[in-house]
Every structure is written in structure tokens, then in C-alpha cells.
């Protein structure tokens, strides 16, 4: 059983390390590139935003993986350049990371680690990009009700992603 801990903004000094150390137990992310170099940068910036949120598993005491991300800024949401239909609401919570250490994969902390995150949200949609050369992965985002809107590059030395969004179907209703 994996324990499920929140965090948030104020939270960022006492997880950044985890969040770091399970980053650099991934093997995909690890090809030498400068963009996945930069991936404290992409923590803090995501951890700077006040509403942020993350949701770290453990084994006990061991990290497995983490999910986080924060609400889109009304009007200036980034995945609006794609051709998916305008919804009722404007708001999007980006989900900006989830990894999982190979230990744990294929044993449903990944969809755990989502769902955890993205429960009680009060956003009405929720958005992620998939690297394109990863289908896999997005067929996983898929099965969880996501759509894939577009895709986009957003730096110049970034992969190609499949912009993905999913209805908060359970907000949305109430």
C-alpha cells in the first residue's frame, strides 16, 4: 500500500530534493539533452506558483513517484491554440509532472499518484502534454479520459507533445 502525501507552495523547500531524487532515478530522462537538464528549473517555477500542488508515494519511508502541477492562469492558458472545443468554463489545472521510479511502474501508482492530485479540483478541466515518441504513455492518459487536443512544442529545445485534456466530469456536474 502506497501512503499518499500532499503538498503544497509553501511545501517546496522540504520536497524539492525528493522530487529531484526520484527525477534522476529515471532512465528516459537521462539522454544528455539540455532541456531535461533543466528540470529543477521546471520545479521551482511550477513550485513558485502559489496554488501548486503535488502528491508524493511511499513505501514506507522510500519516494516511488509524484505527480504535480497548478491551476492555468484564466485567459492566458497555453493549450488554447489547439482545436478542442471551447468547454463551459475556462478553468484548466496543468498537470505539469508525474514520475514513477521503475521499481513501481505497472502496479497502478501512476493512476493513484493522478488521481490523488486531481481529486476535488474545482477546475473543470485538466491538461497534460506526452512526449509524441511515447504513445504508450499516451494510450495510459487515454484510458483515464483524456483527449488529445493538438500538439505543440513549447521551447525551442523541447520534444514535440501531444497536448492532452481531460474533463473534471465530477466538478463539472456538481
Known sequence: ?????HYGHDDLSQIRQVLLDVHADIPEYHVGSEFDERFPWFVDHWGGQPEYRCVIGYDETEPVGFVYGAPAT???EWWRDTPYP???S???FAVSELMVRPKWRKSGVAE???RALLEGRPEDLAVLLVDVTHPKVQERYES????KAGERQPFADSPVYAVL????FERAAS
Request: aromatic letters at 8%; charged letters at 40%.
Open 74 to 76: 484564466k485567459g492566458r
Open 1 to 5: 500500500m502506497i501512503d499518499l502525501r
Open 86 to 88: 471551447e468547454p463551459k
Open 112 to 114: 493513484e499518484l493522478h
Open 165 to 168: 485534456v481531460k474533463e473534471l
Open 90 to 92: 475556462s478553468l484548466t
Open 144 to 147: 483515464w479520459g483524456y483527449k
